[in-house]
């Protein structure tokens, strides 16, 4: 705890400081242009993995970056994308999973979970994605399967956001956009869903090899 308050002193003597302007600004109002939605995990930190500032991005943050499919769950997460979509006006929306999942990892041992039964009924929202893996992927063994699964995750999460109907009429529209992302805690890299490929991609090297 002693490292969090030191550092919540620096901020208010020095970044504060040195962003008075936008806080200023943003004390009366949220112009996001992206809804976030990723892992509870304490690895991952979405403004410092996209350099953006605050009031850039609205963020969900849950174990296993799930969406419950519009009207299993009505709670937090539905409600934030529901204002994010509907009120914010937010252009995009990124599902970001990472490497070394602890919310995948149960997935795939439900039977570790038995002390966790909060845990285990929160994973019901990733039951199409045990499917898929069970189905498709029993060819893969240790790393392969559990990287496979998290990237299955995240595409099936992104079709659980087509159910909510903020954002199934932007989408008609053409009004929203939808990114899946897996984000590499050990590298620092990020694959993003290729509708093309249909494959996980690494944005960064495409753009510096067509530069």
């Known amino acids: 705890m002693d490292k969090v308050l030191k550092g919540l002193i620096t901020f208010q003597k020095e970044v504060f400081a040195k962003k008075k302007t936008l806080f200023a600004s943003l004390s009366k109002q949220q112009k996001p242009s992206v809804l976030f939605i990723t892992c509870s995990?304490?690895?991952?930190?979405?403004?410092?993995?996209?350099?953006?500032?605050?009031?850039?991005?609205?963020?969900?943050?849950?174990?296993?970056?799930?969406?419950?499919?519009?009207?299993?769950?009505?709670?937090?997460?539905?409600?934030?994308?529901?204002?994010?979509?509907?009120?914010?006006?937010?252009?995009?929306?990124?599902?970001?999973?990472?490497?070394?999942c602890g919310a995948m990892k149960g997935l795939l041992h439900p039977e570790k979970l038995q002390q966790l039964p909060a845990v285990k009924a929160w994973l019901q929202h990733a039951e199409t994605t045990a499917r898929i893996v069970k189905d498709h992927c029993a060819h893969l063994q240790g790393d392969d399967l559990f990287a496979a699964s998290i990237r299955e995750n995240v595409l099936v999460q992104l079709d659980h956001l087509k159910t909510h109907p903020a954002v199934a009429t932007r989408l008609r529209g053409g009004d929203v956009r939808l990114h899946g992302w897996v984000y590499s805690i050990g590298t620092g890299e990020v694959w993003a869903y290729d509708e093309e490929a249909k494959d996980f991609v690494n944005p960064a090297k495409r753009r510096r090899r067509a530069r």
């Open 41 to 100: 995990d304490s690895r991952i930190d979405p403004s410092l993995l996209t350099q953006t500032d605050p009031g850039d991005l609205f963020i969900i943050r849950n174990a296993g970056n799930l969406i419950p499919t519009y009207g299993a769950a009505i709670g937090g997460s539905t409600a934030t994308i529901e204002y994010g979509i509907s009120v914010l006006n937010v252009k995009d929306i990124i599902v970001c999973g990472h490497t070394d």
